[in-house]
């Protein structure tokens, strides 16, 4: 589920040791500026990939395939944040983190998921890759269509997924950009990096 539209030794082992929920992982409003919860949508828990899968608009074969695949993988549960703006703005943006069975199953989702994403695009839609350094096994990729252009980075950290994206539809001024998506992945990468679940 894409946008369519990224101390001393001490502190840090004990840092890295500290447990985090799911909904603590998700980025924060300082890490992507310009980009706030939106009002009024709480964020989203789904504890099955069945409740994942509902609202993927895939058909039914091909989420009976996702849903094999995510129980096949450990799948724990996963929440969701839209993310909007201060002020009323063309565009949107989405934080998820789905928590797997172990590493190899983060790993493995996410081939899958930029593996669907691709494709699944058809012409006249596009998928494009782009790079993201900093950040070890992240992909970053740009769906554009008639719906929309959207950038999204998805990054897995232990037995946890992650994807940050943003979007519009029309040609507004001046939206968001690749390099700002990219460094504030990085700036969520970062604090999350290593901490087990709760």
Known sequence: MA?????????????TTTPLS???RLIESSEFPGFVSVSGQSTTLDKTSQQWESGSGDTAA???????RLRKEGFV????????????EPWSGLSWVMQ????????????ADVQKEKSTTKSPDTYQSFRVSGIPNARGYRLSGSSG????????DGAFLYL???GWSGNPKKPPTQAQLIAAATKQYKRVHGHPAT
């Open 149 to 156: 252009t959207g950038y999204n980075v998805v990054f897995a």
């Open 3 to 15: 946008v369519v539209l990224a101390l001393s030794a001490a502190g840090t082992a004990a840092a």
């Open 100 to 111: 797997l069975g172990a590493p190899k199953d983060a790993l493995s989702e996410l081939a």
């Open 22 to 24: 799911l909904s603590a």
């Open 62 to 68: 091909q989420s009976a395939t996702d849903i094999a």
């Open 164 to 166: 940050l994206g943003f």
């Open 77 to 88: 549960a996963v929440v969701i944040r839209q993310l909007g703006t201060p002020i009323q």
